[in-house]
């Protein structure tokens, strides 16, 4: 519909881009996420020409979330090996809020994916935060996408499972993985809530450890509690145990994760979450959008504002009335 | 200067909330953060009128955080003691945004302030998130700030320190109190970074258990690494010691809040931090209008946006470009 307003935008450098991620290259893709990453505001025609493509939507998006020192990296590389023995390729995002670092080789070293380093049908890719937690979620977003254009099964969202944020970055999944460890006391309790919800599927790791039963227990009881999936009252997730780095457990992982996301498709569950990440890209390019056309009159306007303010005869109420009033006008 | 845009807005209603929060009538002060809380739009004239009136800035802004089981309760409630016995007067808001709950009497059953329950000099308030988390900040800082009109000496916000959002609340303080205590593990260490940030004054409770000098020894070798205050380089962060449930080190620890809050205001720190908050305000409150104008036009645009995208003719981008285009329309 408004396809036409593309074209003209799209340098022969974006072009380029572009073909090289369709073209499953390699050192296109790697080359397209450091310019979603890096220029966020320039990069939204390149991101919009791949909606135009039609070609997204074959990857299946992985969530795999926990606390830190619970084996999320060990279980991912295991989880890896087996999605590589079946000849599906992947794309593993590794998303660190607390790093400062981005890009292809910085949080890769707290894994290094030992079972593919080298191998072509794996992509892996760092992001820290450079910078805002807004940025780190789009960029995480853009980068399911480019992986998904270039061509991989599946994509793996690696994330540390503690803040709101890092919550939302796994809601762009098709399906998530919660993974506890035994002994992580009661500070975990916190987000048993927030982590039931989002949960699909739940691994005890560090399985051979003191208390792991008592964990799958206690999962098992909140889940009981916990309301089912709107269209899948009788899809309870499983709760599944791992020794992640004897690769005990993995394989059942593997098979269940692909159970259930045959299960979830079938139901019409992966069509509802995809409406609404879909529904969440558009939110967050309005916001963005405004963001781009708020900030200079923002800068602008602030030393009149909080003087105004500070001597009583104005209020951030009236203050913000005023400044959408400037941003129409434009 | 826009101030005659505000009384048509106030109906005699709102100004008898308004005349009882500014008369420091207790249950006034109530009914009206029960106004800000239940009606975030319709509340904000009032809100803006407390600008007008110059009745804000007089209360000193604490923030007090730490993680769940840290004692952050008993050390407010002992600090409420401490504070009383000079004459001054606080409110404390409690705030637990994993609680659905609201209102004067939920999340108090968890405190109940034991020095202070019928204390006419101490107004407590606990705060749950009803429904999303970005409401809970915007309910946090009215509340502040009736509060601060009502007249007391300090406002104290207490709130579990775990995620950004939190952390957020947190910052519209003066000063903030960060609570850790012996024996949380190393996931702890997860949030160092931004704990290590938003703390003024550092506690370690539960000091008479294992471990709490090895706590005091991390907190002070990570003070050393981190970069002081902008205004004030040699105003290090102390690290003190407290057994709350004991009153064990917590006169010391009001004695250093004062203390400290002094200098603050004598290198210009307060003002800087109070600028800073208002230009929040400000920002909040352009978000807040912006969502005010975008939720109706979403809702009804939401089905025709995915089935365009859906079929390839149209992207988030374009979709986001369209939408404003409405609203700039109206």
Request: glycine content about 16%; proline content about 6%.
């Given at each position: 519909m408004y396809g036409n307003d593309l074209s003209p935008l799209l340098s022969q450098e974006v072009l380029d881009l572009l073909g090289g991620v369709m073209g499953g290259e390699r050192r296109g893709l790697a080359k397209a996420i450091s310019y979603v990453e890096n220029s966020p505001a320039h990069s939204r025609p390149l991101i919009a020409h791949l909606y135009h493509h039609q070609a997204l939507g074959k990857a299946l998006v992985v969530g795999i979330t926990g606390p830190p020192g619970g084996g999320k990296s060990t279980l991912t590389s295991f989880l890896v090996k087996h999605l590589r023995a079946t000849g599906a390729t992947v794309g593993v995002i590794l998303v660190d809020p607390s790093s400062p670092f981005t890009g292809g080789a910085f949080l890769g070293?707290?894994?290094?994916m030992a079972h593919s380093n080298?191998?072509?049908?794996v992509f892996i890719r760092s992001m820290g935060t450079r910078g805002h937690l807004g940025g780190l979620s789009l960029a995480t977003q853009d980068t399911v996408l480019l992986m998904d254009a270039y061509g991989v099964d599946f994509v793996f969202i690696e994330t540390v499972g503690i803040g709101q944020s890092e919550t939302d970055i796994v809601r762009t999944a098709d399906i998530t993985i919660v993974i506890t460890v035994p002994g992580?006391?009661?500070?975990i309790q916190v987000n048993k809530a927030g982590i039931m919800e989002i949960g699909d599927i739940f691994v005890v790791n560090?399985?051979?450890?003191?208390?792991a039963e008592r964990v799958v227990t206690e999962i098992n009881v909140m889940l009981d509690m916990a309301p089912r999936l709107g269209n899948a009252p009788n899809l309870r997730p499983p709760v599944l145990r791992t020794v992640a780095n004897r690769d005990r457990g993995v394989a059942e992982l593997w098979a269940t994760l692909q159970e259930r996301l045959q299960q979830f498709a079938e139901i019409g569950e992966l069509a509802l979450r995809r409406e609404r990440r879909l529904w969440q890209s558009v939110l967050g390019s309005v916001q963005f959008q405004i963001e781009q056309q708020l900030s200079p009159v923002l800068a602008q306007q602030r030393s009149g504002i909080l003087s105004r303010i500070a001597e009583g005869s104005s209020s951030p109420f009236e203050e913000a009335k005023h400044i959408l009033q400037i941003i129409e006008r434009k």
């Open positions: 070293d707290r894994v290094r080298s191998d072509p049908g992580l006391g009661d500070e560090k399985a051979d450890l003191d208390g």
